[in-house]
């Protein structure tokens, strides 16, 4: 089946756009993560969707910084007046729950650059 | 909370030489312990994973990993490297919060 889909692959913006970044997870997980992926600097966990419950927004590192998800299913991250700091891959995964024994799967990522 | 730790940014191994890329984690209850690879340009997949039970764990692509609880280590190792492991790894560990993700540790294979 389909695996997770991230859009754009790329994206390149001028500081102080915003930008929205797309993630459609595989049908039937109900757990959705964003993470940021800088160079050498690992994984940073952004916000966690979990079915209806209210989001974990605890990794979002500033209010410039937001994200949704319609429907239980696809999700925007959102982030307004973009900074050079911003610049680095946003990955989406989804899995089929959170907590316990359940892995996860990531999509191919968003490559932003603020110039 | 939990954490976990890569000591080595990079592993350089000989194709044909097992390998072995370590982590370490911190954690307050049982731990739920995870591998990823990322490719050149590409999204993480999974490798593989520790519950409970047997301490080796066997995953994809002939990778293994050994859960030591005293240690508090789950190094991933592979018998025979090849040229197409090169790659970026990822530890990860879960207890009843959050996954955390180690650093990363970039794993080069030579022919």
């Known amino acids: 089946g389909a695996g997770v889909s991230q859009s754009p692959s790329n994206k390149v913006t001028e500081k102080g756009k915003d930008v929205e970044l797309r993630c459609d997870p595989i049908?039937?997980?109900?757990?959705l993560y964003w993470y940021r992926q800088s160079l050498g600097q690992g994984l940073e966990f952004l916000i966690y969707?979990?079915?209806?419950?209210?989001?974990?927004k605890s990794g979002l590192p500033s209010d410039r910084f937001s994200a949704e998800r319609t429907g239980g299913s696809v999700s925007t991250l959102t982030i307004q007046r973009t900074q050079q700091e911003d610049s680095a891959v946003y990955l989406c995964?989804?899995?089929?729950?959170?907590?316990?024994?359940?892995?996860?799967?990531f999509g191919p990522g968003t490559r932003l650059t603020v110039t | 909370a939990q954490s976990v730790a890569q000591p080595e940014d990079q592993v350089n191994v000989a194709e044909g030489n097992p390998l072995t890329v370590k982590c370490t984690y911190s954690?307050?209850?049982?731990?739920?312990l995870f591998w990823y690879v990322q490719y050149p340009n590409r999204g993480l997949q999974f490798l593989l994973k520790?519950?409970?039970?047997?301490?080796l764990v066997k995953g994809s692509y002939g990778f293994e990993a050994e859960f030591n609880k005293s240690q508090t280590s789950f190094h991933l190792k592979k018998p025979s490297a090849l040229v197409s492991d090169s790659a970026l790894y990822f530890c990860a560990v879960r207890d009843m919060g959050g996954e955390v993700f180690g650093k990363g540790t970039t794993l080069s294979v030579s022919s």
């Open positions: 049908s039937g997980h109900t757990a």
């Open positions: 520790y519950i409970t039970g047997d301490n």
């Open positions: 969707f979990q079915g209806n419950s209210a989001p974990d």
């Open positions: 954690v307050s209850g049982n731990p739920y």
């Open positions: 995964a989804s899995s089929l729950g959170r907590g316990g024994s359940y892995e996860q799967y």
